[in-house]
């Protein structure tokens, strides 16, 4: 997706997840679920949306080192993956093929205090159609 475009998709979803107009669910280890169990409230959705980063200088001199903490809310630019479960359909007639998202996951960079790459930090799962997971194959 052009970055203009994937912009308005992220910022228009966030936008409705942090005013409540689309559910936000997350598991303990990232699965895609949609379970009220796993449902997030505004609060726990406000608190995913900040990042706390402890950043960690050295002195040239003396080679001490001293911590600085920062915390700032994850906006678009700091959504790099997004994951999709979707629902395929091909007509094996015509040889046409479409398909459904139906969930989409949020995940950012995470960068250790030397501001390391370590991996992505999922966010969220919010799903844009009524489905139920269980019925669903990978």
Do not use: C
């Not at 900040?50 to 809310?73: K, L, P, W």
């Amino acid at each position: 997706i052009p970055r203009a475009k994937r912009k308005v998709l992220v910022e228009t979803i966030l936008t409705a997840v942090k005013e409540g107009k689309l559910k936000a669910y997350n598991h303990p280890i990232g699965f895609p679920v949609n379970t009220e169990d796993y449902q997030l409230s505004k609060e726990e959705i406000a608190n995913i949306l900040t990042d706390t980063i402890v950043q960690v200088t050295v002195d040239s001199v003396s080679g001490s080192e001293a911590t600085d903490t920062v915390i700032r809310e994850i906006t678009f630019d700091d959504i790099m993956r997004l994951t999709f479960v979707e629902e395929w359909y091909f007509d094996s007639a015509s040889f046409q093929m479409e398909k459904r998202v139906n969930g989409i996951e949020f995940s950012y960079p995470y960068l250790n205090e030397y501001g390391e790459f370590m991996g992505y930090k999922r966010l969220f799962w919010v799903w844009l159609n009524e489905i139920h997971l269980s019925g669903i194959e990978a």
